[in-house]
């Protein structure tokens, strides 16, 4: 009888506290004021009936929450989401102004920079490896890009009058992985080695981004999976057991090099690269606990993941459009064909820039200069398709409406501490800074005499913005320019899409990264 009491009065102490837990979210909590629906005002379930159930589609969701309720929402219990551009500059701010992320977002992406939770130490660890990135580190790189370029074409020349048709997103996910690791590691993957572009990264990582919402919601999955055997995860759920292998090849490679520099033996003097950027790392000044191979090999994973599968579907995106559009395939042929009278040539990344057509626009404290293009095609492509919080830890932010959504909306102050999301798949496609957003116009880049114009510049985050923009920006932009010039140039007249169509492209899931209809076969070309 005491014992059934027991079980009665618990049952009764449950009910009330989460009686008591709704009450205090919807009328209590410091975000009761902002608007949004009261179900993702009260629990983090309906973030992930959307994206775990449905698959990826809360953002699309997030936008019709934005319709109905205004420019900045309540979408969890915890955090916002604001669909204001003007608003960009405040929430990725840079300098001295500290930005913290979301543990809850971030925690999936473990030690790694983009990762890392509080400004501080994401400065340091940042700093680590910045210089690596830098402009001028990435103009060294150009002879070992364009090697990878000259195998690129030379691979698919092989295909030329073959009656199966070559995926290009899975040959620029060779090409990007084949870069970066070679840069990483002084060591590359040769990917490219195989005509067949069969061996590359994009499953396994796709198969892992695509649990997101699962480790966000389920944050104890990622241990759990680590702890068990290989081969269990394996049966259990194929695309983990994929994604993990895909992790412990990183785990083994800095393995490597930790052994190969506690022999005595160099491993950073790379011929052509003269430096490895994770030789580099371990004989820099961070303190030992950021050199532990637990820590650098998530470190791996994130350089690789970022700098392979948004750069190769960038690219994708870009040549899908150029080739599904005439018109502009006429003028961008035409600009690289005076421009580069011999196809066999190898222009500079400086060189592929100052090309008018090309050029989009260029941003002076950055100096980072876009094609019309490829600026079309980073709008498009969005870079990560998730929103990405920023936190501030040191006091409230103001947010003011902007004429781009209606200025007689309503301010707020957001307490400090609290997670503000925005995202590039509705920035981007804001129908007043660009009008006709589902269509590939490079011409919105340029004005009436066909310069630049910067107008839309600020309102670019495929790379994001501030103290936690993406490290990675200027090899990606080399990367963009030179397949982008120099395939076009020497395979365009080759190049036909094959059963590809505007479903192929568009994003249909956000699975951090935009993911097109999950049948898709891939951006296909023939090589007449």
Not at 81 to 90: L, R
Request: hydrophobic residues 40%; proline residues 6%.
């Amino acid at each position: 009888m005491l014992s059934s009491s027991i079980w009665v009065w618990a049952g009764v102490v449950i009910v009330a506290y989460f009686i008591a837990l709704v009450i205090h979210r919807l009328f209590f909590h410091p975000l009761s004021v902002f608007p949004g629906p009261k179900l993702a005002a009260v629990t983090v379930w309906y973030e992930f009936y959307y994206d775990g159930i449905k698959g990826g589609q809360y953002t699309f969701k997030i936008r019709e929450m934005h319709e109905k309720y205004g420019p900045i929402i309540r979408i969890s219990p915890n955090e916002l989401h604001c669909n204001d551009p003007s608003f960009i500059d405040t929430l990725y701010a840079g300098g001295s102004v500290r930005r913290d992320k979301y543990a809850y977002y971030a925690s999936q992406f473990g030690q790694s920079v983009f990762g890392t939770v509080h400004h501080n130490l994401h400065r340091l660890r940042r700093s680590a490896i910045n210089r690596f990135f830098s402009r001028a580190s990435v103009s060294k790189l150009e002879p070992m890009i364009h090697d990878k370029v000259d195998l690129l074409c030379k691979q698919l020349q092989t295909h030329l009058g073959d009656e199966n048709p070559v995926q290009l997103n899975m040959a620029f996910s060779c090409f990007t992985t084949d870069v970066v690791a070679t840069y990483a590691f002084a060591k590359s993957y040769d990917f490219l080695a195989d005509a067949s572009f069969e061996r590359n990264f994009h499953e396994p990582m796709m198969s892992g981004i695509r649990l997101g919402a699962y480790f966000k919601q389920f944050p104890f999955l990622i241990p759990l999976m680590n702890s068990l055997p290989d081969s269990w995860v394996a049966v259990l759920n194929p695309a983990m057991g994929r994604y993990l292998q895909w992790q412990r090849g990183f785990q083994t490679q800095i393995r490597e090099i930790k052994d190969k520099k506690e022999a005595g033996e160099i491993t950073s003097k790379d011929e052509k690269l003269h430096i490895s950027v994770f030789d580099e790392l371990l004989d820099s000044d961070l303190p030992d606990r950021e050199k532990t191979t637990a820590r650098l090999w998530q470190e791996c994973q994130a350089i690789i993941g970022a700098g392979t599968e948004t750069v190769a579907w960038t690219l994708s995106v870009i040549f899908f459009y150029v080739l599904n559009d005439r018109n502009v395939y006429d003028q961008l042929m035409v600009e690289l064909e005076g421009a580069i009278p011999n196809p066999t040539s190898r222009p500079s990344w400086n060189d592929l820039e100052k090309l008018p057509y090309l050029i989009s626009y260029f941003l002076d404290e950055l100096t980072q200069i876009h094609n019309a293009c490829i600026s079309e095609g980073l709008r498009l492509s969005y870079g990560v398709s998730s929103r990405l919080q920023r936190i501030s830890p040191d006091g409230p932010m103001l947010y003011r409406p902007s004429d781009a959504i209606g200025a007689s909306k309503p301010e707020y102050v957001i307490p400090s501490g609290i997670p503000v999301g925005m995202t590039s798949v509705l920035l981007h496609h804001n129908p007043k800074l660009f009008p006709h957003s589902e269509k590939f116009d490079p011409q919105r880049w340029l004005d009436a005499q066909g310069k630049i114009d910067r107008t839309l510049e600020k309102y670019m985050v495929p790379f994001s913005r501030g103290s936690r923009q993406c490290v990675g920006i200027n090899l990606a932009h080399a990367e963009l320019f030179m397949v982008t010039g120099l395939l076009f140039r020497r395979l365009g007249p080759h190049l036909k899409l094959y059963k590809t169509g505007l479903d192929d492209v568009e994003i249909r899931h956000d699975f951090f990264m935009p993911t097109p209809k999950l049948d898709s076969k891939g951006i296909r070309v023939l090589l007449v």
